[in-house]
């Protein structure tokens, strides 16, 4: 009986170790099976931060094509404006100047520049942006550059000795450039050299657009574009090569650059119009 006893115990004991080594196992595999989720959890999570970067990332790119894109265009369209611009200004040489500047044309603006002088690069969109705005208002000059370094002894002929040097030349005769250097002070002073130094504007519309390129003017207001006084505005916008004298009969022109002016019982009226502070001033 003894022996039964002792045998059930052993069997008793392997069955209890059994199990205690089926559950260490079931221990340990369902560990394991946590910790490969969790890991795959974690790549899986991983994976996704790492597709919402490449994401932002190409929307960055996108977006930077874009503004690259947009800039280009606008480079683009600046440079065409600028190239017809320049087509409008004939460049002289050696075989040309003669028939440019004293047989063809009464009135010949000349710009003498050097391709190295940065005054003469600064000046030249300017100097072509002013001879497109000339040639649509149909005044008669002509604005012409030369390369003095190129074609040294034209320059000479006609009087460049500097850079950047602009000349005017009335049937042949020079004068020199006075005004500013500005795409409307070029024009200005042009359209003053060329008879025309005053603009006569009858109607809003025509107001309303000179007033968007313009920023210093004298207004005046005339009843009729005679008389004494009329006389003296004419003078005084043929002796000013710096600033655009405009006139009109009508009082809501007058009214729509001139703010301030009071047009009830007027005859005449004469104000300067400036972007400063004080923009009106009447006189």
Not at 68 to 78: F, H, P, R
Not at 90 to 102: A, H, S
Not at 156 to 184: C, D, K, M, R, W
Not at 206 to 229: C, H, N, Q, T, Y
Request: proline share 3%; aromatic share 10%.
């Amino acid at each position: 009986m003894f022996t039964k006893m002792t045998k059930s115990k052993r069997t008793f004991k392997i069955i209890t170790f059994s199990l205690t080594l089926l559950i260490l196992l079931g221990l340990i595999t369902s560990v394991i099976a946590s910790e490969s989720s969790s890991a795959a959890t974690d790549d899986n999570s991983s994976n996704d931060e790492d597709d919402v970067k490449d994401f932002e990332e190409l929307l960055a790119l996108d977006e930077q094509e874009d503004q690259v894109t947009e800039g280009s265009q606008v480079k683009s369209a600046e440079a065409e404006v600028l190239t017809k611009a320049q087509r409008i200004v004939p460049e002289l040489n050696m075989d040309n100047y003669k028939r440019v500047i004293f047989d063809e044309n009464e009135y010949v603006l000349v710009l003498g520049y050097a391709p190295w002088c940065f005054r003469s690069a600064e000046l030249m969109p300017r100097f072509a942006e002013a001879a497109n705005v000339l040639n649509k208002m149909g005044n008669p000059i002509v604005l012409a550059k030369i390369d003095a370094e190129r074609y040294p002894k034209a320059a000479a002929v006609i009087g460049i000795s500097g850079f950047p040097t602009l000349l005017l030349f009335v049937n042949g005769s020079s004068q020199v450039y006075t005004g500013g250097f500005s795409t409307e002070e070029l024009v200005i002073w042009a359209r003053k050299k060329t008879g025309v130094p005053i603009i006569r504007l009858n109607s809003v519309t025509e107001a309303e657009d000179f007033l968007s390129k313009s920023r210093m003017f004298v207004i005046g207001l005339f009843e009729k574009f005679e008389g004494k006084d009329y006389e003296e505005f004419v003078k005084a916008a043929a002796a000013d090569n710096e600033i655009q004298f405009v006139e009109t009969s009508s009082s809501e022109v007058a009214e729509a650059l001139f703010p301030d002016v009071k047009t009830k019982g007027a005859i005449a009226f004469v104000g300067l119009v400036k972007s400063e502070p004080e923009t009106h001033v009447a006189f």
